[in-house]
């Protein structure tokens, strides 16, 4: 059975550095994984898909990459700012059953 | 703005009764999903619908029942609530159930049964 791993569970990290998130899965079989973005009590906002035969999705100061092999995936975020204080989720599409799996997420502080 | 609206917003609810949480869309997405959120645990599908007419189970469907009547509308019903049931739902959408389509999410519903 797929499982989505995200540690940590919180982190909290100083205005202005760069930070990476992780996201690992047990299954390599996957038609893609996405990135999503969850403020307190909000619903979530899909930020970077990537595809299984893609390696990496930017967007902005957001980059996704993805290594199918070794089950892992990372969001990179560039000079981090206030606003980016959120949990963030990590899901991938199984081949098998099709249904969509989320990780638990990252709660992300950044610190003025 | 176009999007999933979910109401109510939040509910408390004596353990035993009906309660239907509504889910529309407004992007004329083929697919709509129920997930429930709980701490430690994380989202979990209850059931799903890939097209207008069509519903299926989830990971977690016992206690719930859903209809998709039409393209829009998605609700969910409880039809004797349980303590157990207190959690956030969101309703979810995505344009076919294509393999690389994005999810779009609703706000949630926060219920709490007593």
């Known amino acids: 059975k797929q499982e989505v791993t995200q540690i940590p569970a919180a982190l909290s990290v100083p205005e202005g550095e760069n930070l990476v998130l992780n996201c690992s899965f047990t299954?390599?079989?996957?038609?893609?994984l996405q990135w999503f973005r969850q403020d307190p009590g909000k619903g979530l906002t899909s930020l970077l898909l990537?595809?299984?035969?893609?390696r990496e999705q930017t967007s902005g100061r957001l980059n996704a990459s993805l290594d199918k092999s070794s089950g892992r995936s990372t969001l990179y975020i560039a000079a981090s700012q206030p606003g980016d204080s959120a949990t963030y989720l990590c899901?991938?599409?199984?081949?098998?059953?099709?249904?969509?799996?989320f990780g638990k997420g990252t709660r992300l502080h950044i610190l003025p | 703005i176009a999007g999933i609206t979910q109401a109510p917003t939040s509910q408390i609810l004596a353990a035993g009764r009906r309660m239907t949480l509504r889910c529309t869309q407004d992007?004329?997405?083929?697919?709509m999903y129920w997930y429930r959120q709980d701490l430690g645990l994380g989202l979990r599908l209850i059931h799903y619908?890939?097209?207008?007419?069509?519903?299926g189970k989830g990971e977690v469907p016992d206690g719930y029942s859903v209809s998709r009547a039409n393209t829009d509308d998605f609700p969910l019903t409880l039809a004797s609530a349980v303590p157990s049931q207190t959690s956030v739902y969101f309703c979810?959408?995505?344009?076919?159930?294509?393999?690389?389509?994005?999810?779009?999410f609703g706000s949630g519903t926060q219920l709490s049964v007593l």
């Open positions: 619908s890939n097209t207008a007419g069509t519903t």
């Open positions: 299954d390599s079989a996957i038609y893609n």
């Open positions: 899901a991938v599409r199984p081949h098998r059953d099709d249904k969509i799996i």
């Open positions: 990537i595809q299984s035969s893609q």
């Open positions: 979810a959408s995505s344009r076919t159930t294509g393999p690389n389509e994005k999810l779009f």
């Open positions: 992007m004329r997405h083929n697919a």
